[in-house]
């Protein structure tokens, strides 16, 4: 298994670009997240999924998009990037074993806004 | 709302060392606690985890006792080694289906050998 991947690893955007952040699993696991890491500070989520065609808000939603087609996929999008969105992106994924069973997490992808 | 304080890093020890990160949480129903570890240019791990009160995680040495009297649920490690240098977060979460961990802000722990 790879686990849970993500592409890019780094990425420079000018104000007002788009882009999608890819995050995958091969775990068939149900749940996944999308986290932001400022520096310094802990993770934030932004949204996650709970199963194909079902997506919800987290705490830090705004300027963000994100779909679930398939259960291994779930891109996040930014529409129009701001400097404040310079951060450190996590993706994460569990399996519907119970509340308390572990996330895994993918290996960031860091994007600067400039 | 939900939150989750830690120490203030980085820390910097001596191998074989005592380690304690401190963890305190305020939450609104009943949570599950975790520690999670983040070594250098990877993602998280979870290191260990208690969901209730009264409960002890432990993992590659580390222990965490869930202490719902005074809302902590600090780190230790009796020796800590080299490989042990990384981030640690404290987290919780209280909702019962989907999990949204609340994370506190992470402690840099840095070994010296």
């Known amino acids: 298994n790879a686990g849970v991947t993500q592409t890019p690893k780094f990425r420079i955007l000018k104000i007002g670009q788009s882009m999608t952040l890819q995050c995958a699993q091969d775990m068939n696991h149900n749940y996944m997240y999308w986290y932001r890491q400022d520096p310094g500070m802990g993770l934030k989520l932004i949204y996650y999924?709970?199963?194909?065609?079902?997506?919800d808000k987290g705490e830090v939603p705004n300027g963000y998009n994100v779909s679930r087609s398939t259960t291994e996929d779930f891109p996040l999008r930014l529409e129009l990037a701001a400097p404040s969105q310079t951060s450190v992106y996590f993706c994460?994924?569990?399996?519907?074993?119970?509340?308390?069973?572990?996330?895994?997490f993918g290996p960031g992808t860091r994007l600067t806004v400039t | 709302g939900d939150s989750v304080t830690q120490m203030e890093g980085p820390v910097t020890l001596s191998e074989e060392a005592f380690l304690t990160i401190n963890c305190t949480y305020t939450?609104?129903?009943?949570?599950?606690l975790f520690w999670y570890v983040q070594y250098p240019g990877e993602g998280l791990q979870l290191l260990l985890k208690a969901t209730k009160a009264d409960d002890k995680g432990s993992n590659k040495g580390f222990e965490a006792t869930y202490r719902k009297e005074t809302t902590s649920f600090h780190l230790e490690k009796g020796s800590v080694q080299v490989s042990d240098s990384a981030v640690y977060f404290c987290?919780?979460?209280?909702?019962?289906?989907?999990?949204?961990?609340?994370f506190g802000q992470g402690t840099r722990l840095t070994i010296n050998p």
């Open positions: 939450a609104t129903g009943y949570p599950s």
């Open positions: 987290a919780l979460s209280v909702d019962q289906g989907a999990q949204k961990l609340v």
């Open positions: 999924s709970v199963g194909a065609g079902i997506t």
């Open positions: 994460a994924s569990r399996p519907p074993f119970g509340r308390h069973y572990e996330q895994y």
